[in-house]
């Protein structure tokens, strides 16, 4: 069903001058894959799943499993503490049930950053957050928006990885959770009958990266992302030119973060069916649609 949408493709360019970008992806929040972005890396040629074992294989590092979005006591929680050898080695065996993600190797692991070198395509890049994700293939990520606002540039280092991305403007046909930055729309699989908003969707990104090749994707974009292969990547975040946005994830962060957690932690089930219903009348009945 999912040849119903109208799939666009995403533009690959090997070396792009900083104007260029701006110009063309940056400033009107369109993805595209930057081949060469981190070419002058060390980090490319020297993390591996080998290396991480061998150097800070003992330590202990949060997982996190499809619990996450689930109404109860574990959401929004990770689900257990591993070893970070043992986690990776569960990676390599493929059990795609576990995740490692927004993993910050500033805090964690600060040596390694002296492997990733800053870029100078736009100003604004954060000197504090080097996140990194961790999957085994086969794992996948549902759609949502990056809850502080922030431009990212997502790297993958080994195996591949496709995205689905979409403008923030389709978050009503994408039947946006209220309080969260997340949709329940299995994009790969449309039920178009259940939720009919989504034929309104006018325009849908679809890419897949390799190791060693960058995606930008832009502030505010919906984006769902499928382990083709085990993978691990480093995102940087890079903010947001407009103050507005910038107060808007601190709202995300700071205030509506809160209300959902602390709601679900009171409402667990009911909660999320609440949201739900919000989501479909502000899709649908509000603007007549039968």
Known sequence: MKDQLNLLSVDRVDNISSEEFTNKYFDPHV???????????????????????????????KTYDSRFVVPGKNYMSASKLFKFADFLNTVLN?????KMFLYNIKSECPD????????ELVDGFSDNFYFMFFAAKGHETHLHIDIDMSHVFHTTFHGKKRFILMPENESKNLYRHPYTVRSHIDIDNPNFNKYPKLKDITKIWEVTIDAGETLFIPAGAWHSVYYEESA??????????????RIHGYYNLFIMQLIDRAANYVGGRNWFEWKEKRARYLAEERDGYH
């Open 232 to 245: 691990f990547s480093l995102a940087l975040r890079c903010r947001h030119q407009h103050l507005s946005k």
């Open 94 to 98: 493929h059990d795609p049930s576990l």
């Open 112 to 119: 390694l950053v002296k492997d990733v070198i800053k870029p």
């Open 31 to 61: 993805p595209v894959v930057l081949k060469n972005f981190a070419k002058d890396w060390p980090a490319l040629k020297k993390w591996d799943f080998d290396y991480f074992i061998n150097t800070y294989g003992n330590n202990f590092v």
